[in-house]
């Protein structure tokens, strides 16, 4: 008997990086057109892996989230699909990465933090840090606030010794 992971994986359909070709419509939509025949428009790059293998594998879906078919390395594509697809990836998952801690208050079960990121200066809210916060390898940490934005921490350790001790006490 197969595991669930080993069913789901036969159910993925692999692209041919050959046989796609994405391209913008006019009303600013994604065509994604595979071999001569097959076109889909209205179409969703979302990457499979975002944090731990970026750009890496995408998965694309159509308007109704239905999978397409898995790309593989879209390096593989010819330059204006490549070009697309990895800006598409980029956009959906928005991931600022917090450089700095410099403040994090708790009060009535939710916490305020303000931090430095490679974008400049954030506050945002925590709620529920049990199932707002999770370690993506040993290092590395992902924040969800209140609005459903996520926060990339790249590696807790390398943090000053401030932002360090706040993250122990806070996640």
């Given at each position: 008997?197969?595991?669930?992971?080993?069913?789901?994986?036969?159910?993925?359909?692999?692209?041919?990086?050959?046989?796609?070709?994405?391209?913008?419509?006019?009303?600013?939509?994604?065509?994604?057109?595979?071999?001569?025949?097959?076109?889909?428009?209205?179409?969703?790059?979302?990457?499979a892996f975002p944090i731990s293998r970026p750009n890496r594998f995408v998965?694309?879906?159509?308007?109704?989230?239905?999978?397409?078919?898995?790309?593989?390395?879209?390096?593989?594509?010819d330059r204006e699909s490549r070009e697309i697809v990895l800006a598409q990836?980029?956009?959906?998952?928005?991931?600022?990465?917090?450089?700095?801690?410099?403040?994090?208050?708790?009060?009535?079960?939710?916490?305020?933090?303000?931090?430095?990121?490679?974008?400049?200066?954030?506050?945002?809210?925590?709620?529920?840090?049990?199932?707002s916060t999770w370690f993506v390898g040993r290092n590395r940490v992902v924040?969800?606030?209140?609005?459903?934005?996520?926060?990339?921490?790249?590696?807790?350790?390398?943090?000053?010794?401030?932002?360090?001790?706040?993250?122990?006490?806070?996640?």
């Amino acid at each position: 008997m197969r595991s669930p992971a080993e069913s789901a994986a036969t159910n993925v359909t692999v692209l041919d990086p050959s046989e796609v070709r994405v391209r913008l419509q006019e009303d600013g939509q994604l065509e994604l057109r595979l071999g001569e025949e097959t076109v889909h428009a209205g179409v969703l790059v979302v990457p499979a892996f975002p944090i731990s293998r970026p750009n890496r594998f995408v998965y694309f879906r159509d308007e109704d989230g239905n999978e397409l078919g898995l790309l593989i390395d879209p390096r593989r594509l010819d330059r204006e699909s490549r070009e697309i697809v990895l800006a598409q990836a980029d956009q959906a998952y928005f991931m600022p990465q917090i450089t700095r801690i410099l403040r994090v208050e708790e009060r009535m079960g939710v916490a305020r933090w303000e931090v430095e990121t490679d974008r400049g200066w954030s506050a945002f809210d925590v709620v529920a840090r049990s199932e707002s916060t999770w370690f993506v390898g040993r290092n590395r940490v992902v924040i969800r606030d209140a609005d459903g934005n996520r926060y990339l921490i790249a590696d807790v350790t390398a943090m000053d010794r401030r932002s360090r001790r706040l993250a122990d006490l806070h996640l």
